[in-house]
């Protein structure tokens, strides 16, 4: 079956845009630019999204959606243990090392620095330290740690491992591992199990 020609639009321009958006970055990009490379008009593009920062948000959740959904649905869950922790952190490590394009557009908003670009979604950044907090007060993690800090940790230290692995994978240390990507994630591991964990007679 034919899919309806909104559909067709709406992913032309969002393809369209994603190109831009890696190649030139948020600011630089124009929506008319966006228009002329997705053959239709600003207009039609406000119609479906809004502004250039919803198409933005619609562009990078589009490439994250199915990370998106596997969090919603662990963050039902009654409590976050560690191994739910643990396994975020390799749901979202495996997300960027399958999706170079992804990783292009979070370093496009890295340099851009603008607010209206943001990396992360804000509704699940929000949900995550919640549940890290009250994890910390059924005792699962330490809690002389600032969940949100500790959120950041984890995204910035995946996050940029993708963004600069050839840099890292060329230091002579590295050049002899077979795999680096799992050697780099199994170290990211055992120390978020060593870090997080309570530790004994620690003042909260």
């Known amino acids: 079956m034919a899919r309806p020609v909104a559909t067709e639009t709406r992913d032309k321009i969002l393809d369209c845009a994603e190109a831009c958006f890696i190649s030139r970055g948020f600011s630089a990009t124009t929506m008319r630019e966006i228009a002329r ?5 600003t207009s039609l593009i ?9 198409l933005w948000e619609t562009v990078k959740q589009r490439r994250m959606q199915g990370f998106i ?3 919603q649905a662990l963050l039902q869950q009654p409590k976050l243990d560690l191994s739910q922790f643990l396994q975020s ?28 670009c ?7 950044v929000t949900a995550f330290v919640a549940r890290i907090s009250a994890a910390q007060q059924q ?5 002389d740690i600032n969940p949100a800090y500790l959120l950041a940790v984890i995204l910035c230290a995946t ?7 050839h840099q890292f994978t060329s230091w ?23 870090g997080v964990k309570p530790v004994a007679g620690a003042r909260s």
Not at 159 to 165: D, G, L, S
């Open 69 to 71: 959904e596997q969090q």
């Open 37 to 41: 490379a997705a053959d239709t008009t």
């Open 46 to 54: 406000v119609h479906h999204f809004g502004s250039k920062k919803k």
């Open 118 to 124: 943001s990396r992360f979604q804000q509704e699940l």
């Open 139 to 143: 005792n699962v993690f330490r809690q």
């Open 159 to 165: 996050t940029q491992w993708m963004e600069a692995r």
């Open 89 to 116: 952190i390799r749901d979202y490590y495996q997300l960027l090392r399958d999706d170079p394009q992804l990783v292009q557009l979070l370093a496009r908003a890295e340099l851009e620095q603008d607010i209206g």
């Open 172 to 194: 002579h240390e590295m050049a002899d591992d077979e795999n680096p990507d799992d050697a780099f994630l199994e170290t990211l591991i055992e120390v978020m199990i060593n």
